[in-house]
């Protein structure tokens, strides 16, 4: 089973970027897809982006489309997303996941939070 391991989350004030990493334990060619997910208190999770395995494919959540790229590092087994333009509503833990064999799963989570 894969493990996924997020970093780069932390305070920013609106308008700034931050690039959030999500390491894999395997080859990312092992896996379906990749990608985000973020939920904020109160809130349902949200799907901010994905991104096929093969680097073939993304998808974005309407609310950071044309902000959010997600993409893939094969040799370092990571996917990453930069994040710009980023606004307080963007204000979430961001969790990283994959498809494995038809499985989701899911990393710990990595808090934002964008605030003046």
């Known amino acids: 089973q894969v493990q996924l391991v997020e970093s780069g989350g932390g305070l920013v004030q609106p308008g700034e970027s931050l690039r959030l990493s999500c390491a894999a334990s395997?080859?990312?060619?092992?896996?379906?897809?990749m990608g985000w997910h973020r939920q904020a208190p109160a809130n349902q999770r949200e799907l901010v982006a994905t991104i096929l395995s093969n680097g073939g494919g993304t998808n974005y959540g309407d609310s950071v489309k044309g902000r959010f790229t997600i993409s893939i590092d094969n040799a370092k087994n990571t996917v990453y997303l930069q994040m710009n333009g980023l606004k307080p509503e963007d204000t979430a833990v961001y969790s990283c996941?994959?498809?494995?064999?038809?499985?989701?799963?899911w990393g710990q989570g990595t808090q934002v939070t964008v605030s003046a």
């Open positions: 996941y994959a498809v494995e064999r038809g499985r989701m799963r």
């Open positions: 395997i080859s990312i060619s092992r896996l379906t897809a």
